[in-house]
């Protein structure tokens, strides 16, 4: 009789072992992958920040003024500087009046006379219309570029859904308002020390950046609550991209000031509506004056991010790689 040959095959130990060390390479493997994801994410940020700069350049060019304020009502819990008035402008919003330049030219002419009239009505063309996202205002790590639910008063006036940004301008250095909320901590107030490029009652031309276009924010990443980011409810993330100039709150959505040192998104940010901040852990990605983007950590002193945010400070403040 011949014998049959012996097949080779696992015990049931050495199949044990071999699952549990892949589930280590995998469990190695996985944090790079996050993190080269992030890293992905925080570029392609980067990117859209230097986009939207890129464009506001080119509507200075096109207008001698930088894009900015439209006809808003002062911000609620925001003590402007003496000299500051509301007037009607026109032209919507900031971020409408740069969509001229980000390949938007037809979303942004069709709503940018939304923000102030007085008989919009959500039928079918401006609900399609509000709605419309532009990925170029969309943080990758934060959020996708959708419609996220509206409230009240932009619900009645613009239907159920709205498109957002998750990039303000920035309106400027600030303290917290004592006087206004003696417990900050609570529903603090902030009191404008020194002019942004955004400026109530009027737009900003690039000779009045005295401090110096390298060294001025333009545009950064604004903060949000981490649990609001998708329910439309956060205080400083209500207003669609169009706007509605009639309602204090409105600028809130787009706007932000150097008011506390930016920091990364929480649950329960009593100041949303005012900071700056992001999703990403290793920082917040801001466009300067010139077109510069960068990534500035969460260190960052508070003296310089005020002087940062002025355009007329005259402050002396170290270069940021």
């Given at each position: 009789?011949?014998?049959?040959?012996?097949?080779?095959?696992?015990?049931?130990?050495?199949?044990?072992?071999?699952?549990?060390?892949?589930?280590?390479?995998?469990?190695?493997?996985?944090?790079?992958?996050?993190?080269?994801?992030?890293?992905?994410?925080?570029?392609?940020?980067?990117?859209?920040?230097?986009?939207?700069?890129?464009?506001?350049?080119?509507?200075?060019?096109?207008?001698?003024?930088?894009?900015?304020?439209?006809?808003?009502?002062?911000?609620?819990?925001?003590?402007?500087?003496?000299?500051r008035t509301q007037r009607p402008i026109g032209g919507g919003?900031?971020?409408?009046?740069?969509?001229?330049?980000?390949?938007?030219?037809?979303?942004?002419?069709?709503?940018?006379?939304?923000?102030?009239?007085?008989?919009?009505?959500?039928?079918?063309?401006?609900?399609?219309?509000?709605?419309?996202?532009?990925?170029?205002?969309?943080?990758?790590?934060?959020?996708?570029?959708?419609?996220?639910?509206?409230?009240?008063?932009?619900?009645?006036?613009?239907?159920?859904?709205?498109?957002?940004?998750?990039?303000?301008?920035?309106g400027g250095a600030a303290v917290i308002d004592e006087d206004?909320?003696?417990?900050?901590?609570?529903?603090?107030?902030?009191?404008?020390?020194?002019?942004?490029?955004?400026?109530?009652?009027?737009?900003?031309?690039?000779?009045?950046?005295?401090d110096g276009l390298s060294q001025t924010y333009l545009v950064?990443?604004?903060?949000?609550?981490?649990?609001?980011?998708?329910?439309?409810?956060?205080?400083?993330?209500?207003?669609?991209?169009?706007?509605?100039?009639?309602?204090?709150?409105?600028?809130?959505?787009?706007?932000?000031?150097?008011?506390?040192?930016?920091?990364?998104?929480?649950?329960?940010?009593?100041?949303?509506?005012?900071?700056?901040?992001?999703?990403?852990?290793?920082?917040?990605?801001?466009?300067?004056?010139?077109?510069?983007?960068?990534?500035?950590?969460?260190?960052?002193?508070?003296?310089?991010?005020?002087?940062?945010?002025?355009?007329?400070?005259?402050?002396?403040?170290?270069?940021?790689?």
């Amino acid at each position: 009789m011949k014998n049959c040959p012996r097949r080779s095959a696992f015990t049931l130990v050495e199949l044990l072992v071999v699952i549990a060390i892949i589930g280590i390479l995998v469990s190695l493997l996985l944090p790079a992958v996050q993190a080269a994801r992030e890293a992905a994410r925080l570029l392609q940020c980067q990117n859209r920040l230097k986009q939207i700069a890129l464009a506001c350049h080119n509507y200075e060019s096109a207008f001698k003024q930088l894009p900015g304020y439209g006809g808003e009502h002062n911000g609620f819990l925001i003590r402007q500087l003496t000299n500051r008035t509301q007037r009607p402008i026109g032209g919507g919003t900031w971020i409408t009046q740069s969509m001229l330049f980000l390949e938007q030219q037809p979303l942004a002419r069709s709503i940018q006379g939304f923000a102030r009239s007085f008989s919009i009505a959500p039928n079918d063309r401006v609900q399609r219309l509000v709605q419309a996202s532009v990925s170029t205002l969309h943080c990758p790590t934060r959020r996708d570029a959708e419609a996220y639910p509206l409230l009240p008063p932009y619900r009645e006036r613009y239907g159920e859904f709205g498109a957002r940004t998750d990039y303000a301008m920035n309106g400027g250095a600030a303290v917290i308002d004592e006087d206004a909320s003696p417990n900050s901590n609570e529903a603090p107030a902030i009191k404008i020390t020194r002019d942004g490029v955004w400026v109530l009652g009027r737009r900003t031309r690039m000779n009045a950046i005295l401090d110096g276009l390298s060294q001025t924010y333009l545009v950064g990443e604004k903060a949000m609550d981490l649990g609001k980011l998708i329910t439309g409810d956060g205080f400083g993330d209500r207003s669609p991209i169009a706007g509605y100039h009639d309602v204090p709150i409105s600028s809130h959505s787009y706007v932000r000031y150097a008011a506390r040192s930016p920091a990364m998104d929480s649950h329960g940010n009593c100041l949303e509506c005012h900071d700056f901040g992001s999703t990403h852990a290793s920082g917040w990605n801001v466009a300067f004056s010139d077109g510069r983007v960068t990534l500035i950590d969460y260190s960052l002193d508070l003296g310089v991010h005020r002087a940062q945010a002025s355009i007329d400070g005259r402050e002396i403040v170290p270069y940021q790689r």
